[in-house]
Structures are given as structure tokens and as C-alpha cells.
């Protein structure tokens, strides 16, 4: 089945102690993207991947870091989390960039006290 | 500076009655605009790209319209399954950020029976 997974699907930590979202994909896609989705702001993009070792920052990279050592997974790091990135976050695939049926995971509700 | 405006917030309507949810953006030059449909705690799904104005398309009860500087996503005869938050999304073509996304807050619909 193709599909976009995350894990862990729910985490509350304390700020400052680093922490790693996977993100995996099996549809041989190139292009992912990491969201954070908060009530009134909808959907703001993280980071996005155009190919294995090529990223760019998206809207509001701020204390994350990403990278693509292989074309399928697409982490998500928290160096020192702070409780201003408590959010729902969703991890994207798409073909390409220019082909945007974006396939989304099933999220990650973080929380950072 | 590149931005997306969805409006209503929320909307209920009855079944069987017919309405439109509209998507404005300001963006340098438009690569493309997507619609999503997202339902509570899911990820969005996709429905629709649309790359020029007069474009349009069709899908069941939704119909997607382009102009240069908005989008209208009809609905026509919603049934409760409709029921959900949907999203408009675009791409700007431009060489600083040719492959950024930048999503709406959503439109928030319900169906009553």
C-alpha cells in the first residue's frame, strides 16, 4: 500500500531534551516537506526536500533541522525543543515539485512542556 | 510577500444546499493551486491542481475554478460525508522559492442531515 508513515504518532517531552520524528515513504517519491499545523494558522510549511541532500527551508524553520540521506525517509529533528513548537505536525511526498498530489502522513501531535 | 486567504472561516450548510467556499492569493507568479480536504486528526487528501485561470475541475460534488487571483471550490447538493475542513494551497513560481507551498487556514464545513 502506499502510503506516508510517521512515529512516533503522539510524544509530550520536556523542553531542551532533543528528539527525532521519522518520516517514511514507499512511493519512490523525490519531493517531501514537513508541516506544523496550529488552530488559525492552518498549515505552515518547515522544511521541504527536492531530492536526496538537496533542502530548503520552508515558511518557519526556527529550531528545526531536517536531512535526506536516502530518498525514502525525511526526519525531523528538535534540537532543543521549547513549548512554542507544541503542534500537529504532518510529513508530505509528492513526485516531484512541480507534481503536487501531495500524499500527507497520519501526524504527529507533539507536545513540549 | 507571497499569501493565501480562505474564506468563510466555517460554514454550515443543509444537505442539498448548494454553496461555494472561495480561496484568494497574492503570490509573484503561480506555479499552481491545490485543493485538500482534511478530516479531524487525518491528514489532508488531495483533490484538485489547477495551473491557469479559466481552468476548472470536477470531481463528484466538487468543482474547482481558477481565476488570476482566486479559487472557488463549489459544492453542489453536499451530503453529510462532506463534512470536512478543506484547504487551498499554491506554489509560486518564482527562483527564490519555486518548490514552497503555502496553505490557507482552511474553510471548516458541515452538513446537517
Known amino acids: 500500500e502506499a502510503q506516508v508513515t510517521q512515529n512516533p504518532r503522539y510524544l509530550i517531552t520536556v523542553t531542551g531534551k532533543k528528539l527525532t520524528v521519522t518520516c517514511s515513504q514507499n512511493?519512490?517519491?523525490?519531493?517531501m516537506s514537513w508541516y506544523r499545523q496550529d488552530p488559525g494558522l492552518g498549515l505552515r510549511q518547515i522544511y521541504y526536500?527536492?531530492?536526496?541532500?538537496?533542502?530548503d527551508k520552508g515558511d518557519v524553520p526556527e529550531g528545526y533541522k531536517v536531512s535526506r540521506k536516502e530518498k525514502r525517509n525525511f526526519p525531523l529533528i528538535l534540537e532543543s525543543p521549547s513549548p512554542n513548537q507544541t503542534s500537529l505536525y504532518f510529513c508530505?511526498?509528492?513526485?516531484?515539485?512541480?507534481?503536487?498530489?501531495?500524499?500527507f502522513g497520519p501526524g504527529t501531535r507533539l507536545t513540549v512542556l | 510577500e507571497d499569501q493565501v486567504t480562505q474564506s468563510p472561516e466555517a460554514l454550515r450548510l443543509q444537505e442539498g444546499e448548494s454553496s461555494s467556499l472561495n480561496c484568494s492569493y497574492t503570490?509573484?507568479?503561480?506555479?499552481?493551486l491545490f485543493w485538500y480536504r482534511q478530516d479531524p486528526g487525518k491528514g489532508p487528501e488531495f483533490l484538485f491542481t489547477?495551473?491557469?485561470a479559466g481552468e476548472e475541475k470536477e470531481k463528484e460534488r466538487l468543482k474547482a475554478t481558477l481565476t488570476k487571483k482566486e479559487s472557488f471550490l463549489h459544492i453542489t447538493a453536499p451530503k453529510p460525508e462532506d463534512s470536512a475542513t478543506y484547504l487551498c494551497?499554491?506554489?509560486?513560481?518564482?527562483?527564490?522559492?519555486?518548490?514552497?507551498?503555502?496553505f490557507g487556514s482552511g474553510t471548516r464545513l458541515s452538513i446537517r442531515p
Open positions: 508530505a511526498s509528492s513526485l516531484g515539485a512541480g507534481n503536487n498530489e501531495q500524499f
Open positions: 512511493m519512490n517519491h523525490e519531493y
Open positions: 526536500s527536492m531530492n536526496v541532500e538537496v533542502t
Open positions: 503570490v509573484s507568479g503561480l506555479r499552481g
Open positions: 489547477l495551473y491557469s
Open positions: 494551497a499554491v506554489q509560486a513560481d518564482s527562483l527564490s522559492s519555486a518548490s514552497k507551498i503555502i
